[in-house]
């Protein structure tokens, strides 16, 4: 069975359009179904058709609005005729709202926000939808197409989606960090670099899926790991004292979440 019936446009084909793409090939979608509208025209994956301009052939099944938020208003004027009541509209602009997409593109019956991260380009992302959609069937095929690329969750409001944002958007960047800084160390205390780096991500791998695939709290895993009087519980007593990483987190995430609300004011003056 096809992931979905095309055409579907994808506006702005960079990190994260790019890497849905990827994910998407990657699970079997046919490339002839895909158009990326990107300025420079480069090409970006066999078979996917590459246009400067909005093409003028078809009317799109979906578009996957995939440039900054900043350059909503530099595409919405020319794409919003382009789309039909049947089109599905889904955006993955951090910050900018259902009502603020509506207000821009008041063809298409189905408009979704969706939050994906980059590891959706294995399959292995995490996606969020939000949509004040009534119909379900648009609903579930965005949710099939985008189950292709990981773990997906609808969600019911705003405010939930722009928190889960930080979670699983722009976290797999503060987790690159934690990486980085991790690797950092073990180089300091006299490990080659690429060693270093290269052990980090494969331990990251591993207890990340541990985590993921049990019923343990990542707390209960740690208290697994760390023997009482080791070299664990040593690291963690630091880790844990004072100014640690809890509070280090809670600022990182509401940084983010307020970074999104600045966002969405803009978008929502228009
Ligand atoms: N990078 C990430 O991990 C995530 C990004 N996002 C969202 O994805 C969107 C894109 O972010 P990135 O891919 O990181 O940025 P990017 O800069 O890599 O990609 C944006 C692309 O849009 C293109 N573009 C600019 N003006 C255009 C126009 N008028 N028409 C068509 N294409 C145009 C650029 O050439 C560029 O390739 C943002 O809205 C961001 O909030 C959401 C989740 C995660
Ligand atoms: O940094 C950003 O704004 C986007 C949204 C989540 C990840 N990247």
Redesign the pocket.
């Known amino acids: 069975m096809t992931l979905f019936e095309g055409p579907i446009w994808l506006i702005g084909c960079g990190n994260?359009a790019g890497a849905m793409l990827e994910g998407w090939l990657r699970a079997g979608a046919d490339p002839r179904s895909f158009t990326a509208v990107r300025p420079s025209g480069k090409p970006v994956a066999d078979g996917v058709r590459v246009l400067t301009a909005l093409p003028e052939d078809e009317v799109p099944a979906l578009v996957l609005l995939g440039v900054k938020?900043q350059k909503l208003d530099e595409v919405a004027p020319s794409l919003a005729p382009a789309l039909a009541a049947e089109t599905i509209l889904v955006s993955i602009l951090?910050g900018v709202e259902l009502g603020a997409l509506r207000a821009r593109f008041p063809a298409p019956a189905t408009i979704v926000k969706a939050?994906p991260?980059l590891p959706v380009a294995l399959g292995k992302g995490v996606i969020e939808l939000l949509s004040d959609s009534t119909d379900t069937a648009a609903r579930d095929r965005v949710e099939r197409l985008m189950a292709a690329l990981g773990h997906v969750e609808w969600f019911e409001d705003e405010a939930g989606f722009n928190i889960a944002?930080g979670l699983t958007?722009?976290a797999p960047?503060f987790l690159f960090r934690f990486l980085d800084a991790l690797a950092g160390a073990a180089t300091e205390l006299g490990l080659a670099p690429d060693q270093a780096a290269r052990l980090a991500a494969r331990m990251a791998e591993g207890a990340a899926a541990l985590a993921a695939g049990s019923d343990a709290t990542p707390s209960e895993l740690a208290r697994r790991v760390a023997s009482p009087g080791g070299t664990t519980e040593a690291g963690l007593k630091v880790l844990d004292s004072g100014e640690g990483l809890k509070p280090l987190m809670l600022r990182t995430l509401d940084a983010s979440r307020r970074?999104e609300a600045e966002?969405a004011a803009v978008a929502r003056r228009g």
Do not use: D, Q, Y
């Open positions: 994260m938020p951090a939050m991260n944002s958007g722009a960047a970074r966002l």
